[in-house]
């Protein structure tokens, strides 16, 4: 099995099969609201609060449980993005949710990792 980490150094790495990578990749559409070659964001096609995006990396990782030390800076980048989208919709001063779903029991329906930014409105705990 090709270990992860290496394959990320090596650069972007995609999976063909993967809805996140093709939408990433421009081959599905999508409403994006954060674009850069690391990461991407954008509007959930089912939202569950009146904002609901998804950040991603651009490169193909299944889950949190593939993650190494090494991803630091990626990751670094993953949640400025999101926070600083907060920010741009007006959502930041209330405050917001950011889920990471993994496995499934943890709810992942999508096998490419993404954080869930929830807001603009109040959130119950704890979630079902
Ligand atoms: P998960 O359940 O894996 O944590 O989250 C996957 C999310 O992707 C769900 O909230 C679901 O609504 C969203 N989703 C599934 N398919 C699409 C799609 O084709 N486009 C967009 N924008 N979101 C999607
Ligand atoms: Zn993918």
Same mark, same amino acid.
């Not at 509007?43 to 998804?54: K, N, S, Y």
């Not at 930041?92 to 990471?100: E, I, M, P, S």
């Given at each position: 099995?090709? &270990?992860? !980490?290496?394959?990320?150094?090596? =650069?972007?790495?995609?999976?063909? =099969? $993967?809805?996140? $990578? ?8 999508? !409403?994006?609201?954060?674009? &850069?070659?690391?990461?991407? %964001?954008?509007? &959930? ?22 993650? !190494?030390?090494?991803? =630091? ?16 919709? %007006? ?17 992942? !329906? ?19």
């Amino acid at each position: 099995m090709p &270990d992860p !980490t290496a394959a990320r150094a090596a =650069g972007p790495n995609r999976d063909p =099969g $993967c809805l996140f $990578c093709r939408i990433a990749a421009g081959e599905l559409p999508a !409403t994006k609201v954060h674009d &850069d070659e690391v990461v991407i %964001g954008i509007r &959930d096609i089912a939202p569950r609060a009146p904002t609901h995006v998804l950040f991603m990396p651009r490169t193909h990782i299944r889950s949190v449980a593939e993650l !190494t030390e090494a991803d =630091g800076p990626l990751l670094g980048r993953l949640f400025a993005a999101a926070a600083e989208f907060a920010r741009s919709e %007006g959502i930041a001063t209330h405050g917001y949710r950011l889920v990471l779903n993994v496995g499934t029991w943890g709810g992942q !329906t999508v096998d490419h990792l993404h954080v869930h930014l929830l807001g603009g409105r109040s959130m119950a705990w704890p979630p079902g």
